[in-house]
């Protein structure tokens, strides 16, 4: 019971400092199946260079987006060992490929509510809104996938899976639909993405466009994100320090973050 109760613990401290913390959602899969295979697909929410510290945050979905854009949900179970990271929390499940084509694995994180009042500075309570995709190819001659079905995209004209060392990746940030000028940050998997200067970090252009310079192959991830006025109350799906469940919890501004993980050749 003790050990469950800080499984719960950690999972609602996720949504608490969600904005500021250094962890990250991300999801990791074979990003190159036969069609008939089934594969295991993951999604993971910590650093992705160091198995410290994670574990399964709440969670609102993790399903497969199939070539013709149907969502396909997936059945999940939690790990506890994973190799290559350890002793840590996970989300896996079991995916089937039935079709040719490109894939997309999503996963969302449960939304909350953060105010950096409750830690001392000035008050701006926010919804926070995470989203996380890789692209599978289950070979040539189906239709390609490539939105996870996200309000905040990382899309692409390139396929991820055709990248290359040395490549310059080009992304556009697409929030509803439109260019947005979000923030992005790229970073190689065992780098610190935010203290490091390995990492690359700045802003989109107004048409929504960034690019990316794979410097070494291996596993590379890319996130975006964005701050909206949009004022509203959200219904708490759990109970904390600072409210309980069922009551409604106004916000003055809404933040969405949105990943992208690849294989770099």
Do not use: C
Not at 35 to 63: C, I, N, Q, R, T
Not at 138 to 162: I, M, N, R, T
Not at 177 to 196: F, K, L
Not at 252 to 259: A, D, I, P
């Amino acid at each position: 019971m003790m050990k469950w109760n800080i499984v719960i613990a950690m999972a609602l401290l996720s949504l608490l400092v969600a904005p500021a913390a250094a962890h990250s959602l991300w999801v990791e899969a074979e990003d190159a199946v036969e069609v008939g295979e089934v594969k295991d697909v993951y999604s993971l929410f910590g650093h992705p260079g160091s198995s410290a510290g994670m574990y399964v945050p709440l969670m609102d979905a993790f399903y497969l987006v199939s070539p013709a854009g149907e969502r396909l949900d997936l059945a999940t179970e939690e790990g506890t060992w994973l190799p290559g990271f350890g002793r840590i929390g996970y989300l896996s499940s079991k995916a089937a490929f039935r079709w040719p084509g490109d894939y997309v694995l999503a996963s969302v994180r449960a939304p909350g509510v953060y105010d950096s009042g409750w830690h001392g500075g000035e008050s701006s309570p926010m919804l926070v809104k995470d989203y996380a995709k890789a692209v599978i190819s289950a070979g040539e001659g189906g239709e390609k996938a490539w939105d996870g079905g996200f309000p905040l995209e990382v899309q692409f004209e390139a396929a991820p899976y055709e990248a290359k060392a040395g490549d310059s990746f080009s992304a556009v940030a697409v929030f509803n639909g439109e260019p947005v000028a979000a923030n992005y940050t790229a970073w190689y998997w065992t780098v610190d993405a935010h203290s490091s200067p390995e990492a690359q970090r700045g802003t989109a252009g107004d048409d929504g466009s960034f690019s990316v310079l794979f410097e070494k192959a291996g596993p590379w991830v890319i996130e975006v994100e964005t701050t909206t006025d949009e004022a509203g109350e959200w219904n708490a799906t759990y109970s904390n320090p600072y409210y309980q469940e069922g009551e409604l919890v106004s916000y003055e501004k809404v933040w969405h973050r949105s990943t992208l993980t690849l294989w770099v050749r």
